[in-house]
């Protein structure tokens, strides 16, 4: 019995009555208010399923189950109540999306099952929340670590970026924010067919020509068609094909779905501030830079970009040779390797399987050295 219930009315007997009936099978707690309910929720939270009654005074149960709705989305919630009118009903569904309408008095029998059944629905839900935010967000971030030491210039912006991103997410409240991190990590998935040359202008603000331009727009698409493979990731890969497209772009009549529209707004900002901010430009100088490109860039993005000014840190620059470095620390400057293969892009965290790489550079190649690093 580790799910928790939450039975909600303001009879005391009531709930006497319920949770004589269903102790054995279920951890019961009860709460004899709406307000009293949303406190329990949040104190002794999470709860699988919650069950209130229609009438209460105060706050009545479509008003507490709306609430729960908006606060504890994972929490499964059925509406009791004697009234049996439709438009209670209607409305109960409607605002507070329940899963189940009982009407009251209620056998034991049917209560049980339908608590069952609830917290079935909520085992899913979890499961599959578990899945996307653990199984599949870590196998992409191995992915992306894997990737960025096979080529450092075109992946390690997914790390810098992937926080800006999060953050974003939250000041919109964007619903699955997991899928804007993937979409992130993933941005640049594509330029794994683009030749070392055109990322290296490109990250030194150098001017690409015509046909080196043409080719690294189409790297969105590329990856994108690489992404719609993985499944679950549709959303994530069409972001991904419009992370280029101007804000004020006509194709926005094409229809594309709200999350898919803004996912791509963000990715073309903190992009284009992320190479920005690459080329030693400062916060307010980068986001003064794209400011001037009108219509490029969703207003409302950059202005949570500007109030999301980087943290100061106190660290410390030091010159290491390689047997010094550990993980955490961050590449000041770029890493090459002795036959000139660039092997940390400055700026990026120095982790365990980039160390591993290094050793490997080390042993047959050599590392040009001293290595600048930060330290906090």
């Not at 949040?42 to 709306?66: T, W």
């Not at 909520?122 to 996307?132: H, Q, S, V």
């Not at 699955?176 to 290296?200: F, K, R």
């Not at 803004?262 to 073309?268: N, R, S, V």
Request: hydrophobic residues 40%.
């Amino acid at each position: 019995m580790t799910d928790k219930i939450l039975l909600v009315d303001d009879e005391p007997n009531v709930l006497q009555s319920m949770q004589r009936q269903l102790r054995k099978r279920f951890n019961i707690t009860t709460a004899e208010s709406g307000n009293d309910a949303l406190a329990k929720l949040k104190e002794q939270g999470p709860f699988a399923v919650i069950i209130s009654d229609m009438r209460m005074p105060g706050m009545d149960g479509v008003q507490l189950l709306s609430r729960v709705k908006s606060t504890f989305p994972d929490t499964v919630r059925i509406m009791l109540t004697g009234n049996a009118d439709q438009e209670t009903a209607t409305e109960a569904v409607n605002v507070g999306q329940i899963f189940r309408f009982l009407n009251k008095p209620c056998s034991t029998a049917v209560l049980a099952t339908s608590i069952a059944l609830a917290v079935r629905q909520y085992n899913l839900i979890t499961a599959e929340k578990e899945l996307l935010n653990k199984t599949l967000k870590g196998s992409i971030s191995v992915m992306a670590e894997l990737l960025s030491l096979a080529n450092a210039t075109a992946f390690s912006s997914g790390y810098r970026i992937k926080s800006m991103v999060k953050h974003i997410a939250q000041e919109l409240q964007l619903t699955n924010p997991w899928q804007y991190e993937v979409a992130a990590l993933m941005s640049q998935i594509g330029c794994i067919t683009l030749p070392t040359d055109i990322l290296h202008k490109l990250h030194a603000g150098i001017t690409l020509s015509a046909e080196e331009q043409e080719m690294y727009e189409n790297h969105p698409n590329v990856g994108s068609k690489l992404i719609r493979k993985i499944p679950r990731l549709e959303k994530v890969a069409a972001m991904i094909e419009h992370q280029l497209r101007s804000f004020d772009c006509c194709d926005k009549e094409d229809s594309l779905e709200e999350e898919i529209t803004l996912g791509a707004e963000t990715l073309k900002a903190v992009i284009e501030y992320d190479l920005l901010r690459q080329q030693d430009l400062g916060h307010l100088q980068a986001l003064k830079r794209m400011r001037k490109r009108s219509g490029e860039y969703n207003p409302n993005i950059l202005n949570i970009l500007e109030l999301h000014r980087p943290k100061e840190v106190h660290a410390t620059i030091k010159n290491l040779s390689f047997k010094d470095i550990i993980p955490g620390m961050i590449a000041v400057e770029d890493v090459f390797a002795k036959n000139g293969t660039m092997l940390i892009p400055k700026n990026q965290e120095i982790t365990w399987p980039v160390i591993q790489s290094l050793t490997n550079f080390e042993k047959h190649i050599g590392i040009i050295e001293p290595i600048r690093v930060r330290t906090t």
